[in-house]
């Protein structure tokens, strides 16, 4: 052990006694050389830190995966989609989905599905679709298709998979109209998944404006800010929903529709962005950082937005993401009502409005199958937000 030792120099000629303490100078008192691994740390960015934190969450890390390449699709539906989601077959009205197989009779000839023979059954009055092994009807890559335009710009027929010539291929089966289900699904999702973020787009700038507003200047501010949000909170979301959406003219164009979706569900929504927002500034408005910029002469708009509102961007990003689903849930819930998207647009309540006889889900189960995509993105999109609030504290925790 290395204890405080008192040395005792006698300087000649005097009576007086010189303390000196040796710790400094022995090695066993000298701190350890600072590791590679703290270094990186103390030097690393804030976002840096949240990047490395977030990456240890698995789940939100295959979350991101998952929604980036549900997002990825709806730029290159067409190319993905076998059919046109409008186009229909009459002679497969409700046919079910056609197994992918590989191997024929004990031999390997790749991907391909069994044509149809189809019959009626006198006693039900209904269309029996048998797979008939007779008719082997291997699937095309890469094939050339119905014309479209990709990305909205470039003139193509390319296609990443289609049927044989003269033969089908329903993933996931027919709707009542004979319409390839998987099809109206892709291009579904391009309408319910920009829904999410063109409603939490116009729900953040209501909410962090008008929170920052509040929690900044207070008095009478806050307070009509406030009451305003209270009064919205207090009516029912639902039936609130289908009165504005009841309140669209029918006569409007379905795109005018869908952003009059977009919106009504931002309108809703920014409360509890607004509430959050505001706590916040009143946290940090008297912060000495605060403080310095308005002694400076910096306008309440500048600190609000270069000092006040980074100070919380980590946690509003995860309030975006935890946000999305519930407007994909709502557009869905409006659109399985009647009162949202309306056809010919095609989005996942949509699909989801077809199914709503018990009588044909019994008979035609296949028609739930747009139930499965917003189960996983609204899933996608709650891990994600986890793995986003847990990483916007980066100090709570070892990073890295």
């Known amino acids: 052990m290395s204890a405080r030792r008192d040395v005792r120099d006698e300087v000649p000629g005097t009576c007086e006694e010189h303390w000196v303490d040796p710790s400094p100078f022995d090695p066993e008192e000298r701190e350890a050389p600072t590791s590679p691994e703290q270094l990186r740390l103390a030097t690393a960015s804030q976002w840096r830190l949240m990047w490395w934190r977030f990456r240890r969450h698995r789940l939100a890390m295959v979350s991101l995966v998952l929604l980036a390449l549900f997002y990825a699709s709806t730029l290159i539906t067409e190319f993905l989609a076998p059919y046109d989601p409008h186009v229909r077959h009459p002679q497969y009205i409700y046919a079910p989905p056609q197994r992918v197989h590989f191997f024929h009779d004990g031999a390997f000839i ?24 007779s008719k082997v009807q291997p699937l095309r890559f890469f094939c050339r298709g119905e014309p479209h335009r990709l990305l909205g710009l ?60 509040s929690g900044y200047y207070g008095g009478w501010v806050d307070n009509v800010v406030q009451r305003t949000i209270e009064v919205v909170r207090c009516f029912p979301t639902i039936p609130l929903w289908l009165s504005l959406s009841a309140a669209m003219p029918v006569t409007w164009d379905p795109l005018w529709v869908y952003f009059g979706i ?48 980074p100070s919380f961007a980590s946690h509003l990003i995860a309030s975006a993401t935890l946000s999305v689903p519930g407007m994909i849930l709502g557009e869905t819930a409006l659109s ?65």
């Open 336 to 400: 399985f009502l009647g009162l949202g998207v309306r056809a010919p647009m095609v989005s996942w309540g949509v699909l989801l409005n077809e199914a709503q006889n018990v009588n044909v889900v019994a008979l035609y189960p296949w028609l739930l199958f747009p139930v499965a995509p917003v189960v996983v993105v609204v899933l996608a999109f709650n891990f994600l937000g986890d793995g986003l609030r847990d990483a916007a504290d980066p100090y709570g925790g070892r990073a890295g």
């Open 110 to 133: 790749g991907p391909f599905v069994y044509g149809y023979t189809v019959r009626l059954d006198r006693a039900t009055m209904r269309r029996e679709y048998l797979p008939d092994r």
């Open 154 to 213: 470039v003139e193509t027929n390319l296609k990443l998979v289609c049927p044989a010539p003269r033969g089908t291929f329903f993933l996931l089966g027919t709707d009542r109209l004979g319409r390839d289900l998987f099809s109206r699904i892709l291009y579904g999702a391009r309408v319910s998944l920009t829904v999410g973020l063109v409603g939490i787009a116009v729900s953040f700038v209501l909410g962090i404006v008008l929170g920052g507003i």
């Open 262 to 309: 977009t919106i009504i569900l931002g309108l809703i929504d920014w409360t509890g962005l607004g509430r959050a927002v505001r706590s916040k500034i009143l946290a940090l408005r008297e912060e000495e950082f605060a403080q310095a910029a308005r002694l400076m002469g910096a306008r309440p708009a500048r600190i609000l937005a270069r000092h006040l509102l």
